[in-house]
């Protein structure tokens, strides 16, 4: 299976930045997308940012033009570079692996890394 390590969260004030990284490992054969998703207190969790295989990237509205997400092929590692963050940016944030075998989709997840933005 696909293993997920998370690292680069923390606390930072309003307006700084910070950088996510994400190591996957295991049975990487088949990963088509590697994406990012957060969690905050009462919320549900919501999307980020995608980047496929051939590289594409999708955003959420709210991150658009804040958040740059980037991946290292060789070493099977993606990126969240996060600048301009807000308080409202404060959230668990989960890397994620998509999966195709045999025309099924799976998903895997890692721990979640705590962001914090203060004002």
């Known amino acids: 299976q696909v293993q997920l390590v998370e690292s680069g969260g923390g606390l930072v004030q309003a307006g700084g930045s910070l950088r996510l990284s994400c190591a996957a490992s295991g049975s990487i054969f088949g990963i088509v997308a590697m994406g990012w998703y957060r969690q905050a207190p009462g919320k549900p969790r919501e999307l980020v940012a995608t980047i496929t295989r051939a590289e594409s990237t999708n955003y959420a509205d709210s991150v658009k033009g804040r958040f740059t997400i980037s991946r290292d092929n060789v070493r099977n590692t993606v990126f969240l570079q996060m600048n301009s963050l807000k308080p409202e940016d404060t959230a668990v944030y989960y890397c994620?692996?998509?999966?195709?075998?045999?025309?099924?989709?799976?998903?895997?997840w890692g721990q979640g890394t705590q962001v914090t933005v203060s004002s």
């Open positions: 994620n692996t998509k999966r195709l075998l045999y025309g099924v989709e799976y998903d895997y």
